[in-house]
């Protein structure tokens, strides 16, 4: 049975508060076992059947909307492959260390060219982004205030659902649930 982590998006943000006791109670009320949350912010950890991702990830997308009232994109990884995004070097080191900020958007799917394309068409002197895999990596070199990129941003200009986490989050993952 895999152990999975679920980012949702819009939990906890935007006036869509959810304890996560309540939480916890509606993936285990989807038959998964073994569910903890992990921080306030939609990360729910679990252990479910062998299905595919993404029947999973319709079978909780449309359980927390039921639930909730509203959409709550979720977006499903591993443990093993959340230690393959916490080993990944999207920048090089020099770049990491100077920057404020590192965050890693979790898509469904992966980013077709044009979307790429158009995402590196909004870095800026402030922001810059990486593509691998399911994942989009934003560098951002001075403090996420100052710069005009966000979600929302990327959302509308690429089309696409994601949600963000902040590399110390997905790193503290990866070092909680070790391969």
Same mark, same amino acid.
């Given at each position: 049975?895999?152990?999975?982590?679920?980012?949702?998006?819009?939990?906890?943000?935007?006036?869509?508060?959810?304890?996560?006791?309540? %939480? *916890?109670?509606l993936f &285990?009320?989807? !038959?998964?076992?073994?569910?903890?949350? =992990?921080?306030? $912010?939609?990360?729910?950890?679990?252990?479910?059947?062998?299905?595919s991702a993404?029947?999973?990830?319709?079978?909780?997308?449309?359980?927390?909307?039921?639930?909730?009232?509203?959409?709550?994109?979720?977006? %499903? *990884?591993?443990?093993? &492959?959340?230690? !393959?995004?916490?080993?990944?070097?999207? =920048?090089?080191? $020099?770049?990491l260390?100077?920057?404020?900020?590192?965050?890693?958007?979790?898509?469904?799917?992966p980013?077709?060219?044009?979307?790429?394309?158009?995402?590196?068409g909004?870095?800026?002197?402030?922001?810059?982004?990486?593509?691998?895999?399911?994942?989009?990596?934003?560098?951002?070199?001075?403090?996420?205030?100052?710069s005009?990129?966000?979600?929302?941003?990327?959302?509308?200009?690429?089309?696409?659902?994601?949600?963000?986490?902040?590399?110390?989050t997905?790193?503290?993952?990866?070092?909680?649930y070790?391969?």
């Open positions: 049975m895999p152990r999975l982590i679920a980012f949702l998006r819009a939990v906890n943000v935007g006036g869509h508060n959810v304890k996560m006791e309540e %939480l *916890r109670a &285990e009320a989807l !038959g998964f076992s073994n569910v903890e949350t =992990f921080i306030a $912010s939609g990360n729910v950890i679990f252990d479910a059947e062998a299905e993404g029947d999973l990830q319709k079978q909780i997308e449309a359980h927390l909307h039921k639930s909730l009232g509203y959409e709550v994109a979720t977006f %499903l *990884r591993t443990t093993t &492959e959340i230690a !393959g995004i916490a080993r990944y070097k999207p =920048f090089d080191e $020099s770049k260390q100077s920057a404020q900020a590192l965050n890693v958007a979790f898509l469904a799917e980013l077709s060219a044009e979307a790429q394309k158009k995402l590196m909004l870095s800026t002197e402030i922001d810059e982004f990486h593509v691998h895999g399911r994942e989009v990596y934003w560098l951002c070199k001075k403090k996420q205030g100052e005009t990129f966000s979600n929302a941003v990327f959302e509308r200009k690429l089309k696409v659902q994601t949600t963000f986490r902040g590399w110390k997905v790193l503290k993952l990866a070092e909680k070790p391969l």
